[in-house]
């Protein structure tokens, strides 16, 4: 490898088992530009397939498997309660990332003695512009079912997908989250979808955006807030570099990489036609196919692509490579190129040793 990896325990599988979906979102990746796709779902002989393929590629590589489960709304895949079963009995800890529509006291039960730890949810502005992206009565839906993923003893995962249309919104966001317990809560940019290139924010007002909702969480965990702030956009590491929050440990090593964008490093990508994917936000990232080859083979050779960190044009000049290097899938949204400059980030010169990025 052209990098040595910071090798974490939990390898994550993004593991989309079924296209169906009770909604139709504007940013949708799946059906963006064409309503009238061909929905695919996994057998479960596939999905047995599956797994066997993953394990037998963190038994190579020393990892242990983490799925998160998805879609579309994954409950509507027919073989979905046979899989959870499958988990359960290999204790494999799994995500599920779904939609509200299909959730009762009674699913959620049989979801926890299955295992599940976490259930994400999404909300992507105020009941109005939620409702605009997915569909009316949506906002509603997701709140009512939070107190009963936590009731089942499940924890509440909020995830908001930012764009220009709901950046405003982000502090009455964070607000609804508290006010209903979210035990989790994060949110990462658009990635653009067809003939989009930009998400109409620009870098500046970005990082004003992230001032204020730093401002909020600190506030919030300052009176023993409950709620988990992830800050998962790596712009965060800059935004806290520069506040002085975060250092570049004293120890770091030349070579290794550290956090930022898990392609490559971490996290794959598996659609229900078997199709595996860098990172689906990703759109041009398709590797292979894990019905055709050995997932171990796979990460060594198509995938390593996904792992030349000096071919990055701004980041790889920058101190914080190992660290940060933005959203590679924003920036491939608006230029096609992975490695391109990411469109929100602010920085314009390297720290230490001065040289412009």
Request: neutral net charge; proline residues 3%; charged residues 30%.
């Given at each position: 490898?052209?990098?040595?990896?910071?090798?974490?325990?939990?390898?994550?599988?993004?593991?989309?088992?079924?296209?169906?979906?009770?909604?139709?979102?504007?940013?949708?990746?799946?059906?963006?530009?064409?309503?009238?796709?061909?929905?695919?779902?996994?057998?479960?002989?596939?999905?047995?397939?599956?797994?066997?393929?993953?394990?037998?590629?963190?038994?190579?590589?020393?990892?242990?498997?983490?799925?998160?489960?998805?879609?579309?709304?994954?409950?509507?895949?027919?073989?979905?309660?046979?899989?959870?079963?499958?988990?359960?009995?290999?204790?494999?800890?799994?995500?599920?990332?779904?939609?509200?529509?299909?959730?009762?006291?009674?699913?959620?039960?049989?979801?926890?003695?299955?295992?599940?730890?976490?259930?994400?949810?999404?909300?992507?502005?105020?009941?109005?512009?939620?409702?605009?992206?997915?569909?009316?009565?949506?906002?509603?839906?997701?709140?009512?079912?939070?107190?009963?993923?936590?009731?089942?003893?499940?924890?509440?995962?909020?995830?908001?997908?930012?764009?220009?249309?709901?950046?405003?919104?982000?502090?009455?966001?964070?607000?609804?989250?508290?006010?209903?317990?979210?035990?989790?809560?994060?949110?990462?940019?658009?990635?653009?979808?067809?003939?989009?290139?930009?998400?109409?924010?620009?870098?500046?007002?970005?990082?004003?955006?992230?001032?204020?909702?730093?401002?909020?969480?600190?506030?919030?965990?300052?009176?023993?807030?409950?709620?988990?702030?992830?800050?998962?956009?790596?712009?965060?590491?800059?935004?806290?570099?520069?506040?002085?929050?975060?250092?570049?440990?004293?120890?770091?090593?030349?070579?290794?990489?550290?956090?930022?964008?898990?392609?490559?490093?971490?996290?794959?990508?598996?659609?229900?036609?078997?199709?595996?994917?860098?990172?689906?936000?990703?759109?041009?990232?398709?590797?292979?196919?894990?019905?055709?080859?050995?997932?171990?083979?796979?990460?060594?050779?198509?995938?390593?692509?996904?792992?030349?960190?000096?071919?990055?044009?701004?980041?790889?000049?920058?101190?914080?490579?190992?660290?940060?290097?933005?959203?590679?899938?924003?920036?491939?949204?608006?230029?096609?190129?992975?490695?391109?400059?990411d469109p929100q980030c602010w920085k314009?010169k390297n720290n230490i040793t001065g040289?412009?990025?």
């Open positions: 490898m052209n990098n040595l990896i910071n090798q974490k325990q939990y390898f994550s599988f993004q593991w989309h088992i079924t296209d169906d979906c009770d909604q139709r979102c504007k940013h949708c990746y799946i059906f963006s530009g064409n309503e009238k796709k061909k929905t695919d779902s996994m057998s479960l002989e596939q999905m047995h397939d599956v797994i066997a393929n993953c394990e037998d590629f963190c038994k190579i590589y020393n990892r242990l498997p983490y799925f998160y489960i998805t879609g579309g709304d994954p409950i509507l895949n027919p073989d979905f309660w046979d899989l959870m079963k499958i988990l359960k009995e290999k204790k494999i800890p799994f995500t599920i990332l779904g939609n509200p529509f299909h959730l009762n006291e009674y699913v959620l039960k049989r979801l926890k003695e299955y295992g599940l730890l976490k259930y994400q949810l999404s909300i992507d502005g105020m009941r109005k512009t939620h409702d605009w992206f997915r569909k009316k009565g949506s906002f509603d839906e997701t709140l009512k079912k939070i107190p009963l993923i936590k009731n089942a003893g499940i924890k509440a995962v909020i995830m908001t997908t930012v764009s220009d249309i709901n950046i405003k919104e982000l502090p009455d966001i964070i607000d609804t989250v508290v006010k209903y317990g979210v035990d989790i809560f994060s949110f990462a940019r658009y990635c653009p979808t067809d003939d989009d290139k930009d998400i109409k924010i620009s870098p500046l007002e970005y990082k004003k955006m992230l001032a204020v909702c730093d401002k909020k969480f600190k506030e919030y965990e300052k009176k023993g807030c409950s709620t988990y702030f992830d800050k998962k956009d790596h712009l965060w590491t800059l935004y806290e570099y520069e506040n002085g929050e975060f250092e570049i440990p004293g120890d770091a090593k030349e070579g290794i990489i550290y956090g930022g964008c898990n392609a490559g490093n971490c996290h794959i990508t598996i659609l229900p036609n078997g199709d595996i994917y860098a990172c689906r936000r990703v759109k041009n990232s398709f590797v292979s196919n894990i019905f055709e080859d050995r997932l171990a083979d796979v990460w060594v050779s198509q995938m390593e692509e996904y792992r030349e960190y000096d071919r990055f044009k701004k980041c790889k000049k920058c101190e914080l490579k190992a660290w940060c290097r933005g959203c590679p899938a924003v920036a491939c949204a608006a230029s096609k190129d992975f490695y391109d400059i314009t040289e412009e990025l």
